[in-house]
Structures are given as structure tokens and as C-alpha cells.
């Protein structure tokens, strides 16, 4: 049981490093080109470790051809959004906002994939959209009264962004638990990242989007950011291997606190009482939720 939960807690850390690496390599290149070469950086990396420790029950066949393009796309719609939020927003406003993809993820898996929702999950959901509605309704009353109506519309647009960002991941993960049986819990990662960049790539090169490899510079935080996000689902992946996934999933669901309280005491946001409640709310639920 206690490697459960230490695998848990690493994968909440690997996931709260890898949002500060992402938001570092977005200012840098531009979320877009950023998202391109972390998700090649990624998917690469977790190709080996999927052949060495993943676990195939299912065949393959043609029937995941949709599910794959339907990842693809919801892949699509949350690490575009979620890159261009932290270029834009504080990572202790927008985390917690894009952190309610858990909400999403349960309707899905009740509506879609008919699983049942528990009490608990019933109470999470409510914490999680509390604290959104805390944090959307004083994140730009906030930004307006420090910086003036240019610095209210960028925390509108980070918010409205890491909001399409919860819709993306909250489709996103229950198909990739859909497609795990098939491809592997890590297998999976890769062919949604490859199909990511299938239907994302041609909407760049239409936008004629700078998609050059990054500047020797900028190669750590894209490189940290895509190793730590393959971390994070290694360490989950052998969590669950060895603990019952009600132990190690509220810990993983940790990611969110850990990295309001790394952009608080670390990069020095200093979010209003409001705004961290209402993150505190959010996490709360994420936890519950996961229970």
C-alpha cells in the first residue's frame, strides 16, 4: 500500500513541475510551437517505458480507430488551450480553473462510457465548480484593480482558455482509459500525442505558425516539461499496478495544490484571498472527487 501512495505523490509533483515548465517554455516559443515539440519530446520518451512495463489484455483492432480519433482531437482542443493559458495567465489562477476537467471526465464516463457517480464525487463536483465560479468572478476584478482594462482582458482570455482546457482533458482521459486495455496505460500516450499532431499540425502550417525546433536556450524547459508529464504517468501507472487506484488517484488529483502553492512561494504570485480560496475549493474537490 505505502508504494501506492508514494507513486501517487510523485506523480502529483512530476505533473505540478511539469505545469511550470510548460508555462516557461510558452512565453518562450509561443504556446503552439511549444505544444509541438513537448508532445514529440514526450512521446518519445515514453515510448520505451510503454514496451517495458505496460500490460495488454485486449486486442487491437478496428474499433479503436474512433476512440483514437475522437483523443486526437479532444488532445487537440486541451494541450492547445492549456499551453496558450499559462502563456497568458498566473499559474495559481488558471490551474485550478483547468483542474475541473475532473467534473467534465465524470459526466463523460456517466453519460458515455455509463459508469455510476458516488456521493463523494457528487460533493467534489460541487467544491470543484464552487471554487470556479470564486476564482473566474474576482481573477479579472483582480487583474483590472492591479493593471487596467489590458491586464483584465489577458485574465479573461487565460480563464475562458484554461476553461477549454478542463473541457479537452475531461473528454481526453476517460478515452484514454478506454484505450488502455488495447495499447497499454503508457501506449496509450504516444498514439494520442501522434494523433494530437495529425489533425493539429495542418491548422498550423495553414496559420503559417512558427513551428521551428526551439533555441538551444529554451531546450531545458521544453525538455522538463514533456519528461515530467511522461513522469507523471509512469509513476500512476506503476501506483496502480501495486494500490487500489481509490488510494493512489486522489493523491495524482494533488498536482493542482502542489503547483498554486510552487507559484505562490516560488514564483511569487500573490493571488487576493478570494482568488485562493476559490483555488483551495477547487483542489478540496479534485481530491474528493478522486475518492
Request: glycine fraction near 8%; charged fraction near 10%.
Amino acid at each position: 500500500m505505502w508504494f501506492g501512495i508514494v507513486m501517487g505523490l510523485l506523480a502529483s509533483a512530476s505533473w505540478a513541475a511539469a505545469n511550470v515548465f510548460v508555462q516557461r517554455s510558452s512565453r518562450a516559443l509561443g504556446p503552439f510551437r511549444a505544444l509541438l515539440w513537448t508532445q514529440v519530446a514526450g512521446g518519445l520518451a515514453v515510448v520505451p517505458l510503454a514496451v517495458m512495463l505496460d500490460v495488454r489484455v485486449e486486442p487491437i483492432d478496428l474499433r479503436l480507430v474512433g476512440w483514437i480519433a475522437f483523443a486526437g482531437l479532444a488532445s487537440v482542443v486541451a494541450y492547445a488551450t492549456m499551453f496558450w493559458s499559462y502563456e497568458r495567465g498566473n499559474l495559481s489562477v488558471v490551474v485550478p480553473v483547468l483542474s475541473s476537467w475532473s467534473v467534465i471526465a465524470a459526466a463523460f464516463s456517466i453519460v458515455v462510457l455509463g459508469q455510476h457517480l458516488r456521493k463523494n464525487q457528487l460533493a467534489g463536483a460541487a467544491l470543484v465548480a464552487a471554487g470556479v465560479v470564486l476564482v473566474s468572478r474576482f481573477a479579472q476584478r483582480d487583474a483590472a484593480g492591479r493593471s487596467g482594462a489590458l491586464e483584465a482582458r489577458r485574465s479573461r482570455a487565460a480563464l475562458l482558455t484554461a476553461a477549454a482546457a478542463a473541457v479537452g482533458f475531461g473528454l481526453l482521459i476517460p478515452v484514454i482509459d478506454r484505450l488502455a486495455p488495447a495499447l497499454g496505460r503508457l501506449g496509450a500516450i504516444p498514439v494520442v500525442f501522434a494523433a494530437d499532431l495529425l489533425l493539429g499540425l495542418p491548422l498550423a502550417l495553414v496559420r503559417r505558425i512558427d513551428l521551428r525546433p526551439p533555441p538551444r536556450a529554451i531546450w531545458p524547459a521544453v525538455l522538463g516539461g514533456a519528461l515530467f508529464e511522461t513522469a507523471g504517468f509512469v509513476w500512476i501507472s506503476l501506483g496502480v499496478s501495486r494500490a487500489p487506484v481509490a488510494i493512489v488517484s486522489p493523491l495524482a488529483g494533488l498536482a493542482s495544490a502542489f503547483t498554486v502553492v510552487f507559484a505562490w512561494i516560488v514564483l511569487g504570485e500573490r493571488p487576493a484571498p478570494s482568488l485562493f480560496a476559490g483555488a483551495a475549493l477547487v483542489c478540496a474537490g479534485v481530491v474528493v472527487l478522486a475518492l
